[in-house]
């Protein structure tokens, strides 16, 4: 049976074995429809039957209860997911998210991702991903520690250094991942790499926290590298103020740019002048130490803060969406455009919804998420080789690889995705350079 078939037939089967999973369809759709026609173009070296059919039925999802006491010694329930998506080519990883908006559909969408963007880092990693719709804001320690025990209790029994390796994402940082690991450490009675992200002291990688939002910005080199361009003095505007946003803007500063905005859910921050070392080092404090608001930031250092808003009015050279999926649409596209953007690289996972994403396709250099953020992961696969060899490599061995596998990436992009006025598209070579790995993979070893 032949693979190629027409991209409303088969989005139209996805969307009713999957009601309701909006999510998951958008993702779907983005790399169907660039893979279907790269399938019929070269159907004579696809002749396996249902390569994408298999590939959008995850491998397994596990939905389990987690059951924990709060500090007034009430009992929480909540809801958890580890979606195990696809381990042609290695085993499965990804991220754990703990978000009250976290559903079957969110993990199934970032899942599918990450099949995508762990193939393009050349590295031996399948895709998945979990969390659950707990939300760790306003807990105390305490109560972010019993539910994560309670969490692994269950989650333990499927993963495993060979099987299944978790990491973090949103609302999952040093202490979640700390938590997570004592617990799958005292009950496998192993000291395994069986998750990503850990602290330096117990397995971690140097280089880890920072990789996503640097892996972004050497992302964004390589592409203003195609025009005879460079960073240096480039205005840019960042979202969010996790560790993806505060690492990219302190490669940002590194390489001669200047970033101007930050932001939270309760608004953005504005500084005209451009974060420098100082700023940055308070907003540091503020975010992973204080666990405070943005908006705190202009009452030490000026600027503005706009309640409520996105930075997208902001006019700029080149833009880093890394808060969360859908914060830029098709109006902020236009708007940016307007305002004289060149580049946009994405630090979240789809923060542009399908909309924007046409507009910038057409009118800009822009890396979609699973090319331009896989630093992130790719150092959590530099993390994995360390354990398994028992050894620690330097920071600057760790961001050479770094740069190396955001260069390849760069390199495959634009091989899979050149057009044919020269110019390069970046999510089509991401969709088709990644799945042609993965593809090969599930070809080679039968109908699994
Ligand atoms: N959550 C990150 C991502 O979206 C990192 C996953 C990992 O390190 O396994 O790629």
């Not at 006491?69 to 997911?81: P, T």
């Not at 707990?134 to 320690?141: L, Q, R, V, W």
């Not at 790719?378 to 596998?405: F, P």
């Not at 955001?406 to 999510?427: L, P, R």
């Given at each position: 049976?032949?693979?190629?078939?027409?991209?409303?037939?088969?989005?139209?089967?996805?969307?009713?074995?999957?009601?309701?999973?909006?999510?998951?369809?958008?993702?779907?759709?983005?790399?169907?429809?660039?893979?279907?026609?790269?399938?019929?173009?070269?159907?004579?070296?696809?002749?396996?039957?249902?390569?994408?059919?298999?590939?959008?039925?995850?491998?397994?999802?596990?939905?389990?209860?987690?059951?924990?006491?709060?500090?007034?010694?009430?009992?929480?329930?909540?809801?958890?997911?580890?979606?195990?998506?696809?381990?042609?080519?290695?085993?499965?990883?990804?991220?754990?998210?703990?978000?009250?908006?976290?559903?079957?559909?969110?993990?199934?969408?970032?899942?599918?991702?990450?099949?995508f963007k762990n193939s393009l880092t050349g590295l031996p990693m399948?895709?998945?991903?979990?969390?659950?719709?707990?939300?760790?804001?306003?807990?105390?320690?305490?109560?972010?520690?019993?539910?994560?025990?309670?969490?692994?209790?269950?989650?333990?029994?499927?993963?495993?250094?060979?099987?299944?390796?978790?990491?973090?994402?949103?609302?999952?940082?040093?202490?979640?991942?700390?938590?997570?690991?004592?617990?799958?450490?005292?009950?496998?009675?192993?000291?395994?790499?069986?998750?990503?992200?850990?602290?330096?002291?117990?397995?971690?990688?140097?280089g880890r926290?920072e990789a996503t939002g640097y892996g972004a910005v050497y992302f964004m080199r390589e592409m203003l590298a195609t025009k005879g361009e460079t960073l240096e003095?480039?205005?840019?505007?960042?979202?969010?103020?996790?560790?993806?946003?505060?690492y990219c803007?302190?490669k940002l500063?590194a390489l001669g740019a200047?970033?101007?905005?930050?932001?939270?859910?309760?608004?953005?921050?504005?500084?005209?002048?451009?974060?420098?070392?100082?700023?940055?080092?308070?907003?540091?404090?503020?975010?992973?130490?204080?666990?405070?608001?943005?908006?705190?930031?202009?009452?030490?250092?000026?600027?503005?803060?706009?309640?409520?808003?996105?930075?997208?009015?902001?006019?700029?050279?080149i833009?880093f969406?890394?808060?969360?999926?859908?914060?830029?649409?098709?109006?902020?596209?236009?708007?940016?455009?307007?305002?004289?953007?060149?580049a946009l690289a994405e630090g979240?996972?789809?923060?542009?919804?399908?909309?924007?994403?046409?507009?910038?396709?057409?009118?800009?250099l822009y890396a979609p998420g699973k090319a331009s953020n896989a630093g992130g992961v790719a150092v959590s696969g530099l993390?994995?080789s360390?354990?398994?060899?028992?050894?620690?490599w330097?920071l600057k061995e760790v961001d050479e690889r770094l740069q190396n596998v955001m260069k390849s990436i760069h390199e495959t992009c634009s091989q899979y995705g050149k057009?044919?006025?020269?110019t390069i598209d970046y999510v089509k070579g991401a969709?088709v350079g990644g799945?042609v790995k993965?593809?090969?993979?599930?070809?080679?070893?039968?109908?699994?």
């Amino acid at each position: 049976m032949k693979t190629p078939c027409n991209l409303e037939a088969f989005m139209k089967g996805l969307k009713s074995r999957n009601p309701i999973q909006t999510e998951f369809h958008d993702a779907v759709q983005e790399v169907a429809s660039d893979v279907i026609p790269y399938l019929e173009e070269n159907a004579r070296d696809w002749q396996e039957g249902c390569l994408l059919e298999r590939l959008t039925e995850p491998d397994r999802v596990i939905s389990f209860r987690v059951s924990w006491k709060d500090d007034k010694g009430n009992v929480r329930v909540n809801r958890a997911w580890r979606v195990q998506f696809c381990n042609a080519i290695g085993p499965y990883k990804g991220g754990m998210r703990f978000h009250p908006t976290v559903s079957e559909s969110v993990l199934k969408f970032l899942g599918f991702e990450q099949i995508f963007k762990n193939s393009l880092t050349g590295l031996p990693m399948g895709g998945a991903k979990g969390g659950s719709n707990f939300n760790p804001k306003g807990k105390s320690d305490d109560e972010v520690m019993r539910f994560c025990q309670s969490l692994m209790t269950e989650l333990h029994r499927y993963i495993g250094p060979d099987t299944d390796i978790p990491a973090g994402d949103i609302g999952v940082g040093a202490r979640e991942i700390g938590y997570l690991f004592g617990q799958y450490r005292r009950l496998s009675n192993t000291f395994t790499g069986a998750i990503t992200g850990k602290g330096l002291s117990f397995g971690g990688s140097v280089g880890r926290t920072e990789a996503t939002g640097y892996g972004a910005v050497y992302f964004m080199r390589e592409m203003l590298a195609t025009k005879g361009e460079t960073l240096e003095g480039k205005t840019a505007l960042v979202s969010g103020s996790g560790n993806v946003a505060i690492y990219c803007v302190e490669k940002l500063i590194a390489l001669g740019a200047k970033p101007v905005t930050l932001s939270d859910s309760g608004g953005f921050i504005h500084d005209p002048e451009g974060f420098n070392a100082e700023k940055l080092a308070f907003i540091k404090d503020l975010k992973e130490v204080r666990r405070g608001r943005i908006s705190e930031y202009t009452e030490k250092f000026g600027g503005e803060y706009h309640e409520g808003k996105r930075p997208w009015a902001i006019k700029a050279d080149i833009a880093f969406p890394c808060a969360t999926q859908n914060e830029v649409d098709e109006e902020d596209a236009k708007t940016l455009i307007k305002n004289g953007l060149t580049a946009l690289a994405e630090g979240a996972n789809m923060p542009c919804r399908l909309d924007a994403q046409h507009v910038f396709r057409k009118n800009i250099l822009y890396a979609p998420g699973k090319a331009s953020n896989a630093g992130g992961v790719a150092v959590s696969g530099l993390e994995q080789s360390q354990n398994s060899l028992r050894i620690s490599w330097s920071l600057k061995e760790v961001d050479e690889r770094l740069q190396n596998v955001m260069k390849s990436i760069h390199e495959t992009c634009s091989q899979y995705g050149k057009t044919e006025n020269g110019t390069i598209d970046y999510v089509k070579g991401a969709n088709v350079g990644g799945f042609v790995k993965v593809a090969g993979a599930l070809t080679q070893c039968g109908i699994v």
